[in-house]
């Protein structure tokens, strides 16, 4: 059930007054310790162009700092399969494009595994804005950030998310359990119960851990199985 966001700062509520939100407050499930502020996707918004625009030259957040360019998020935007990942990492910031180091070129060939091309999927992070050192955003950063992704899925609206990793996943899902017990099974986006979500390893794990490579197959299996089902 949906509450009054009244932990949010006073700067973070006029944020969304400003752009027409109505903030909400989703209740974590067992495992999180805190409630998440979830937004409403702006009203009137109907493009990308149109989030990118709302977006602007960001400086919400402390991470505009240090970044070279903002990573909006790439791809086809009426992609039916939609991957979130955390946040950019050294290459992707240098160039405003997810997934382009390492992790990304793994990214790439599970796609390839799947058949489609990244002009066919959407790719995008939980933030937008390279952390330090590749450090895992903070709550601030992430609470920042949402707002415009969770615009981008409503107006994309997909018809699967593939959460790569644990901050991916447990923002979408609104559970903070390991992730070796969220990958593997269908979710539903916290905020958005119709979109069906799998949460998988990051492809940066893999690159450490190549033998969880099949564990991750065997996720896209089922996500393509439940893709051709709902045809
Ligand atoms: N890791 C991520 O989570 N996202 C990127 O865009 C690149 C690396």
């Not at 409503?154 to 979408?172: D, E, F, N, W, Y």
Request: proline share 6%.
């Amino acid at each position: 059930m949906a509450q009054k966001n009244s932990h949010l700062t006073k700067e973070y509520q006029g944020l969304w007054k400003e752009h027409g939100l109505d903030a909400v407050v989703l209740k974590r499930k067992k495992k999180q310790k805190k409630t998440r502020g979830i937004p409403k996707a702006p009203v009137g918004t109907k493009s990308l162009a149109e989030i990118q625009i709302w977006l602007g030259e960001c400086r919400r957040c402390g991470l505009c700092k240090e970044r070279d360019k903002i990573v909006f998020g790439s791809g086809n935007p009426k992609a039916k399969i939609l991957f979130i990942g955390e946040g950019p990492g050294k290459a992707e910031d240098k160039s405003g494009v997810p997934f382009v180091g390492r992790a990304g070129v793994l990214l790439d060939k599970i796609i390839e595994a799947m058949s489609l091309t990244r002009d066919e999927v959407y790719i995008a992070n939980i933030v937008k804005c390279r952390p330090p050192k590749n450090r895992v955003p903070t709550e601030e950063e992430i609470d920042r950030c949402l707002p415009f992704l969770q615009s981008q899925i409503k107006v994309i609206q997909p018809k699967m998310i593939v959460t790569l990793g644990l901050t991916a996943s447990s923002i979408l899902i609104g559970d903070d359990s390991p992730m070796g017990q969220l990958r593997g099974k269908f979710h539903k986006v916290a905020w958005s119960p119709s979109i069906p979500l799998m949460a998988t390893y990051h492809p940066a794990y893999l690159l450490r851990n190549p033998a969880a490579k099949k564990v991750v197959w065997d996720d896209m299996k089922q996500v393509l199985k439940k893709m051709k089902e709902s045809h």
